[in-house]
């Protein structure tokens, strides 16, 4: 067990709607960084945050946000959702550059 | 061109045979990551190397950074080490964030 948890596991939203997922960082860590899986595919990094402020984003649009909270938990926004947007999203805390722990990941369905 | 390479994409052994999965990357890099996924997505680091060798238990993963290329070797394999598994790379001077490749699965038979 990584000690980072995610919530939801499961979630089922309908196209045009509007979702928040949830990461539990593991204690100490200050890095909190988003990936989408797409089915077969490996992780694409979506972005990060350091001690509360985006760090760095991947090739995704601004309907993709975020937030990271003093106690380094984070959220990961999805507005106006798209089929597309149906993946496993992960999310891996470290120290800045220190090994990546990962949670279980929520896995989005758009329909 | 995905910029971290991995074969084979699909490998099927017996158990206890020797596996070998490759790892190929384009530019220099910071640290190199080897990941585990499992059916139901969540995944495990399972090493982390910047240079030389690790060990961690039947697992060991090598990086020659000057060839850009890392393998992870599991001994004596057994079925319960049916995974994914992810070669992940940060690009020296990146912001932390992962390069993924995409996965080798293995399948290991009784």
């Known amino acids: 067990e990584t000690g980072v948890t995610q919530s939801p596991t499961h979630l089922i939203k309908t196209r045009g709607q509007q979702v928040t997922l949830r990461c539990s960082s593991q204690?100490?860590?200050?890095?909190v960084s988003w990936y989408q899986q797409a089915l077969g595919q490996g992780p694409q990094f979506i972005f990060q945050?350091?001690?509360?402020?985006?760090?760095g984003r991947g090739n995704f649009p601004p309907r993709f946000s975020g937030l990271q909270f003093p106690n380094y938990s984070s959220e990961l926004n999805v507005n106006a959702l798209e089929l597309d947007d149906s993946a496993l999203y992960l999310c891996?805390?470290?120290?800045?550059?220190?090994?990546?722990?990962f949670g279980q990941g929520t896995r989005l369905t758009v329909v | 061109k995905n910029e971290v390479e991995q074969s084979p994409q699909n490998l099927t052994a017996q158990e206890g045979e020797f596996i070998t999965i490759n790892c190929s990357y384009s530019?220099?890099?910071?640290?190199l990551h080897w990941l585990q996924q499992h059916p139901g997505g969540g995944i495990v680091s399972l090493f982390m190397?910047?240079?030389g060798k690790k060990k961690h238990g039947r697992l060991i993963a090598t990086i020659n950074i000057q060839e850009k290329h890392s393998s992870l070797h599991i001994t004596a394999s057994h079925p319960r080490d049916s995974a994914v598994y992810i070669c992940?790379?940060?690009?020296?001077?990146?912001?932390?964030?992962?390069?993924f490749g995409k996965g080798t699965k293995l399948s290991v038979k009784p």
């Open positions: 891996a805390s470290s120290l800045l550059e220190g090994e990546a722990f």
């Open positions: 204690s100490g860590h200050n890095t």
């Open positions: 945050y350091y001690r509360e402020e985006e760090n």
């Open positions: 530019v220099g890099i910071s640290a």
């Open positions: 190397l910047s240079s």
């Open positions: 992940a790379v940060r690009w020296r001077g990146s912001q932390g964030n992962l390069i």
